[in-house]
């Protein structure tokens, strides 16, 4: 997603403008979007989400799949607009991110300088004529910080389900129209293990606030056939869309 990202500063940005984002062509190749626990219940109505293994951290991510094959982004559409009622954090905030200072807990923000977002002429500007920063640097920095707060709630509760052996490997075969597709490489919440903890782990589960976001997750595991309904379409000449509508019914074939 970014090309060349870098901190903000005024020295360097003060004559920048930021678009309005008009279209997600720059998500057309992302079959994979990091997500976190907070977007579980929407995205779960029309992706299916799971969990990646970061093995250099040591850590499990979830994200939302966005398509069955890299590079290929099954709900946007050769015009760059979306198909979906629901858009991944990660993928509205763009062309801006947080990155460590390295200093634990600090976070600057960053921005993709090579974003068609970012000119001279056009859009909301990053810096007032004085040199400080705008209101719209202002809500981005706002906003980027709750997201911070989410994704340190979400890294929480994989590391607690990971230490507490609640992942199994995904492996499943999704059948649609003449097509039979391994799904596999991801894992998913073991049913039988969450159904199997003792009243004390569910109990502290449950004051942990992970539970909607885990009921949500296994209910989205569905979703994996809407995205082979998506694929045979546009194979079929077809765009990947579903309006939204279907996408909140959830018309997964069975």
Known sequence: MFKRLVPVNK????????????GFGFAAGFHIASIMMHEFVRAASIYPVVFLEDKEKDEFRPVALLGLDAGENLFVDSSGKWNGSYIPAIIRRYPFALASTGQEGQFTVCIDEES??????????????????????ENVKRYLGE???????????AKYLAEHNMFTPLNMRVRHADQTRNIS???VVNEERLYNVSDERFLE?????????IYAHLGSLAQIERLMQLKDGRKGGGDA?????KAVEGDSVH
């Open 147 to 157: 997201l911070q707060q989410m994704d340190a709630f979400t890294t929480a509760c």
């Open 185 to 187: 490489g991801c894992y």
């Open 241 to 245: 869309a579903t309006d939204d509508k």
């Open 116 to 137: 068609p977002l970012v000119n001279d002429k056009d859009g909301v500007a990053l810096f007032n004529d004085d040199g400080e920063p705008a209101e719209a640097l």
């Open 11 to 22: 020295e360097r940005h003060v004559g920048k403008k930021i678009k309005q984002i008009d």
């Open 205 to 213: 589960m449950r004051d942990r606030r992970y539970l909607p976001a």
